[in-house]
């Protein structure tokens, strides 16, 4: 039986005549899934050029292209809104899964829906603290996070001024910007569309995690 990961490494170097050796395929993943773990944001194509010792940036274009080909990489969305590189074989680079909990509103408040299913996760974010929630609405565009979007929230009661965070008001969920503003609380969204949230003294508020990372499944 064929060692899987030779096999499609093999393939990778037969997509083009630049890749010197297969190690430098695998020395590239390996780059990528150590910043992601240390940074908990996946590398641009500047710093992983940078961090690799290649000339040019065409070479981390060709071995993105030559991975995600083969399935080693998936480009998903990061959360500056640019494309993030994510591995994407489970089995050799122990990238695993998180509980996706249900919807959040980006928009007015919806009831959070709990669920039984998970979705593949960066392992840099793998922890029982942390969850998935699909986002519903566009009130949070200008920090990038769409419709449709996937975010990595960590468990968490408390927030810094200007964290982006989940919050409970009332029973209901949404996702905002959170702003402690004379001893009252504002929800901020960043879309003009959409008003501040200002929690009254007779709501029930709290805050339940705070956002690490928003991602696109394409």
Known sequence: MKNKSNSNLNQIANIGSNIE??????????????YTVEYRQAPSYQEIMNGMGFGSLGTVHWYVNALTHNGHLN????PNGKRALILTNEEEYMVTRLPLLGLIAAGEPIEALENAESISVPPAF?????????????SM?????????????RKSIEANPGQIVVALINGEA??????????????????????????KAEDRFQINGVLLYSFREY
């Not at 793998?126 to 566009?138: A, E, M, R, S, W």
């Open 21 to 34: 050796n297969i190690t430098n395929g695998q020395q590239f993943l390996d780059f990528i899934q150590h």
């Open 75 to 78: 480009r998903s969305k990061g």
């Open 141 to 153: 565009i200008g920090d990038h996070i769409d419709d449709g979007d996937y975010i990595i929230v």
């Open 174 to 199: 949404t996702l905002k910007r959170y702003h402690p503003v004379n001893g009252e609380v504002e929800l901020h969204p960043r879309n003009p569309a959409y008003p501040v949230i200002k929690v």
């Open 126 to 138: 793998v922890n029982d603290n942390n969850f998935v929630l699909k986002v519903k609405g566009d």
